[in-house]
């Protein structure tokens, strides 16, 4: 007889495994890019660069291409944690959204948004943080030791 929970089991780890991977891949090909183009850009943009607005474009591009990469960083620990746990914990979506957000307003233009959507991206921010700092407030510490709490 097959034991049910062992297919699900089985099924759950190739699944994650696959998903590890693919986002693996994914990290790592973000990674190379990034660096590929700073090396890139580096060149052409000292000629190129000419205002503080320039300048300010660039660098806001390399942050918003650094995020992206540590945003794939945060969904592989959200699975490795689901792997060990096999829960999701809140926190980490939370933080994978903030990092998320944090991009998108790295690369907003200010100057053609409309005062509602900063607003709103204001709004999300704040629920986000709050959010996070709630859950890290109220969640059940687990018990240390002496030998651990030095």
Known sequence: M?????IS??????????????LS???AAA???????????MGRSWSQIDSIAELQEA???????????V???????????YFIEHRLRVEFLISV???????????????HASPWLV??????VLSLAASYVAIRAFEPRKAVSGAEQR
Do not use: S
């Not at 097959?2 to 062992?6: E, F, G, N, Q």
């Not at 990674?31 to 850009?41: A, H, K, T």
């Not at 959204?97 to 100057?111: G, K, M, P, T």
């Open 2 to 6: 097959v034991d049910p929970k062992r």
């Open 9 to 22: 089991f089985l099924f759950d780890l190739w699944v994650l495994r696959i998903l590890r991977a693919i």
């Open 25 to 27: 891949l994914g990290i």
């Open 31 to 41: 990674l190379g890019i990034l660096v590929l183009l700073v090396f890139r850009e």
């Open 59 to 69: 660098v806001q591009a390399l942050f918003a291409g650094v995020l992206l990469v």
């Open 71 to 81: 945003l794939g960083l945060e969904l592989m620990d959200t699975l490795r944690n």
């Open 97 to 111: 959204a903030l990092i998320a957000v944090a991009r998108h307003i790295i690369q907003l233009d200010y100057e």
């Open 119 to 124: 607003g709103a991206i204001a709004l999300l």
